[in-house]
């Protein structure tokens, strides 16, 4: 945004303000036609990506750095597909609240050196009893955990 000032000398001076800084956020989620599949694809890119279930507020939220990117509610989603792609990726996948559903996850590292992490709530018993993970690495060094 620039604003026009006019100086002391009566002449037009241009002043400039800076803006926050803006990320540009490569992986996406889709939420599939019947509102069953929640589906993130990440890029070639390097990329990392947080997708947060938190019960107590009904959603479920994918980050990547510091920006909030898409919320999803709980109900509409029973199975999630994550496809990471190529680039050094990492993902983390993190309950909070009381896992109340059953919830397929499936995650593809694709190539690149890929760190994938799913990280339970304080109910962490209940979770493990309702939540079926499988993580493919890709091709890449890649950390599982």
């Known amino acids: 945004m620039t604003t026009a000032m ?3 000398h ?3 001076v241009a002043r400039l303000e800076l803006l926050e800084a803006r990320l540009l956020l490569a992986a996406t989620g889709t939420l599939s036609d019947d509102g069953g599949q929640l589906t993130i ?3 070639a890119e390097a990329e990392s990506i947080v997708l947060t279930l938190d019960s107590r507020q009904n959603r479920f939220t994918l980050s990547q750095g510091q920006a909030e990117q898409q919320v999803f509610s709980v109900e509409t989603v029973r199975a999630l597909q994550v496809n990471l792609g190529a680039g050094d990726d990492q993902f983390e996948f993190k309950t909070l609240g009381t ?3 059953a919830l397929n996850v499936n995650v593809d590292g694709g190539a690149g050196n890929d760190t ?3 990280r339970w709530a304080d109910d962490g018993s209940i979770a493990r ?4 993970a499988v993580v493919t690495g890709g091709a890449g060094d890649d950390a599982i955990g």
């Open 41 to 43: 694809a990440g890029t």
């Open 10 to 12: 009566g002449a037009d």
């Open 116 to 118: 994938v992490r799913i």
């Open 99 to 101: 896992l109340r559903q």
């Open 129 to 132: 009893a309702r939540l079926t």
């Open 6 to 8: 006019r100086s002391a």
